[in-house]
């Protein structure tokens, strides 16, 4: 058997059709974008094609997308853009306790400096309350920033509602969509979003590059200074490869059948639970990211079950990929309510878009070994 690539929210294989795209940006053209001459023209163009197709895909118009250098450059740049705009008049941000860590962490280095920063809540499965977001918008708020999907449980929150209320409160609305992104259907206006964090590593494209929708009219300070490169908002020279990269991923995504992927994430969740024993899903069970599944396996360490899958050539993980390496514990876990014990008890698969039945099928096979084995080592030792 082939490896088994289930961590998929961690990032994804670089497409062969989106390398190929790239190739010519890194050897025959090879301008600077900035240059008045063909060379530079070259390049130029090719980020404008991929600006294009990017904004498209979202409802946005081609100068309301910029450059980053992925998914938390955007994130950093949302956070504290608008606080260092708004700041003093305006001092309140309201996020969400299961928030990917850069946003988690840039409120908390923000509250150090003056921002008050409400943390809302989510229930078992991972959704906030609408009127508690509503209730707790005031005078003072300046942004609201909500994700679109969970990167370790999947829940996809109703941002259509969320931008209701933050248009009817006259609040600016951001949501980081790096895991939804091309999954589900995203549509700034129609959903009334004023920032939106994009990235092409999710989605079969390079490593090192995303996106930061930014609607037109929207007051927003820099980060990076320099040159002047995109549009005066974000300098640095574009990574035009990257971008190449980037723009063919989002147009070979409509080639993607996520309908198929989430038949075949049911299919893995109904095999777990119903053949492994005191196992049960985290999150919802609709309303859910259609690649995810996370998974809590009683009297289990999931770092270990993951290291044995891993000798069969099968790779998962046990959250957040940003996280892997702290040995913290999930934020997003413990939002819902699971137990350390649960916590350290739960694996996360993702899916991809070349995941097949005959690898679900051996998955469960092999992880049935091997929790049977665990849970028996443990009766073992506790007797």
Not at 3 to 12: C, M, R, S, V
Not at 22 to 36: C, I, R, T, V
Not at 356 to 373: A, F, N
Request: charged content about 30%; proline content about 3%.
């Amino acid at each position: 058997m082939k490896p088994i690539y289930l961590d998929n929210a961690a990032t994804t294989k670089l497409d062969k059709e989106v390398l190929k795209s790239m190739q010519p940006y890194l050897k025959e053209f090879y301008g600077n974008p900035s240059s008045a001459h063909i060379k530079g023209q070259e390049t130029k163009n090719a980020i404008e094609k991929a600006r294009k197709i990017i904004a498209n895909s979202i409802n946005a118009k081609s100068e309301e997308i910029y450059f980053t250098s992925g998914g938390t450059e955007s994130n950093n740049w949302t956070m504290k853009g608008i606080f260092f705009k708004s700041f003093p008049k305006k001092n309140q941000i309201i996020t969400t306790k299961i928030e990917h860590d850069s946003i988690i962490k840039t409120c908390k280095w923000l509250e150090k400096i003056g921002a008050k920063v409400i943390f809302l809540n989510v229930n078992r499965e991972g959704f906030i309350d609408l009127k508690e977001l509503e209730k707790s918008i005031t005078k003072k708020t300046m942004l609201v920033s909500i994700m679109h999907a969970n990167n370790e449980i999947g829940t996809i929150q109703n941002i259509e509602e969320i931008g209701k209320i933050c248009k009817k409160k006259g609040v600016i609305f951001h949501t980081d969509a790096a895991q939804s992104f091309t999954k589900i259907p995203l549509d700034v206006k129609n959903m009334n979003l004023d920032l939106v964090t994009l990235n092409a590593h999710k989605i079969y494209g390079p490593k090192g590059i995303g996106a930061l929708f930014i609607k037109e009219g929207t007051l927003i300070e820099s980060l990076l200074h320099g040159g002047g490169h995109e549009r005066n908002l974000r300098s640095g020279t574009e990574n035009v490869p990257g971008i190449v990269g980037f723009g063919k991923a989002v147009e070979l995504s409509k080639k993607i059948d996520c309908k198929k992927i989430s038949k075949l994430r049911n299919f893995l969740i109904e095999e777990i639970i119903g053949k492994i024993p005191n196992s049960k899903l985290n999150g919802p069970k609709e309303n859910r990211l259609p690649n995810n599944a996370n998974i809590f396996f009683e009297n289990t360490e999931g770092e270990a079950v993951g290291a044995y899958l891993e000798n069969y050539r099968i790779y998962v993980s046990t959250g957040s990929a940003c996280m892997s390496n702290t040995g913290a514990e999930s934020h997003v876990l413990k939002a819902i309510r699971l137990s350390p014990k649960e916590q350290d008890s739960s694996i996360r698969f993702t899916l991809g878009k070349d995941t097949t039945e005959k690898e679900i099928k051996y998955v469960v096979k092999t992880l049935l070994k091997i929790i049977e084995k665990m849970r028996k080592a443990k009766e073992i030792k506790n007797d």
